[in-house]
Nanobody, 127 residues
Framework: QVQLVESEGGLVQAGGSLRLSCAAS????????IGWFRQAPGKEREFVGA????????YYAETVKGRFTISRDNAKNTVYLQMNSLKTEDTAVYYC????????????????????WGQGTQVTVSS
């Protein structure tokens, strides 16, 4: 089992940057793919990006490609979401999630493919 805790989000101006972290506990963290999702008020949960178990594979939603970067440090049991050039439409609650399939070669984009979730953290981008 994997337990996930996101770092505190925050308020940032449009065009600014913010880095979120997702700290994991559990012995299988370094075998699992991690996804980031977000949910804005009144909207469905949206895929942001994902990273595979060893960091060699990444995939991003078109809406964040070129602005957001996911990385991981398995020695620290942590995954990061670096968000640059933030826009007001990036305002949402951000979640990290773990795919329970060990050493899985694919990167899932559907929220129901992930088995463990963090509590979520609010990111607000002001104009």
């Amino acid at each position: 089992q994997v337990q996930l805790v996101e770092s505190e989000g925050g308020l940032v101006q449009a065009g600014g940057s913010l880095r979120l972290s997702c700290a994991a506990s559990g012995r299988t963290f370094n075998m699992t793919n991690i996804g980031w999702f977000r949910q804005a008020p009144g909207k469905e949960r949206e895929f942001v990006g994902a990273i595979n178990w060893n960091g060699s594979g990444k995939y991003y939603a078109e809406t964040v490609k070129g602005r957001f970067t996911i990385s991981r440090d398995n020695a620290k049991n942590t995954v990061y979401l670096q968000m640059n050039s933030l826009k007001t439409e990036d305002t949402a609650v951000y979640y990290c999630a773990a795919d329970a399939r060990k050493y899985y070669s694919g990167l899932a984009t559907r929220w129901d493919s992930y088995d463990y979730w963090g509590q979520g953290t609010q990111v607000t981008v002001s104009s």
